[in-house]
């Protein structure tokens, strides 16, 4: 594998969105198209969740592989430069999103967490989690 230059690394960091991700947008048509009406990060909740459906208080939440640490007892040892800094950064997100849930489930709000590739190759069963939910 060819090593990147820094600059070109950091033009992949700039890239990645926080909000509007390829994932999120194939979700939230499939919700729409499913009449679930929802709202988007929504601030009034801990964590933001990427779609809240009010009505059955549902957070649901759409996490990249990458970022919040998927099969991350394996996956941990793919980083080959800044070691320490993705390790921490990835173990913190994991922290977080366990706090989050913890939160929402002491509010009264049932979490679901939806990976990345779940999404990307299965939306149909995405779909079904979330309905099971709702019932």
Excluded: T
């Amino acid at each position: 594998m060819k090593k990147r230059s820094k600059d070109h690394i950091r033009r992949n960091m700039l890239a990645v969105k926080s909000k509007g991700s390829k994932i999120e947008k194939l979700l939230g048509k499939e919700l729409w198209a499913n009449n679930f009406r929802y709202r988007k990060h929504y601030v009034n909740l801990p964590g933001k969740p990427d779609f809240v459906l009010i009505k059955y208080k549902i957070a649901i939440f759409c996490d990249s592989d990458f970022w919040h640490g998927y099969n991350w007892n394996e996956r941990k040892y793919d980083h080959k430069s800044n070691i320490d800094f993705w390790h921490k950064k990835i173990e913190q997100n994991i922290e977080r999103d366990k706090r989050v849930n913890l939160e929402l489930k002491n509010m009264g709000w049932k979490v679901i967490r939806i990976w990345e590739h779940e999404i990307k190759s299965n939306l149909e069963r995405c779909l079904q989690r979330i309905k099971i939910l709702v019932k």
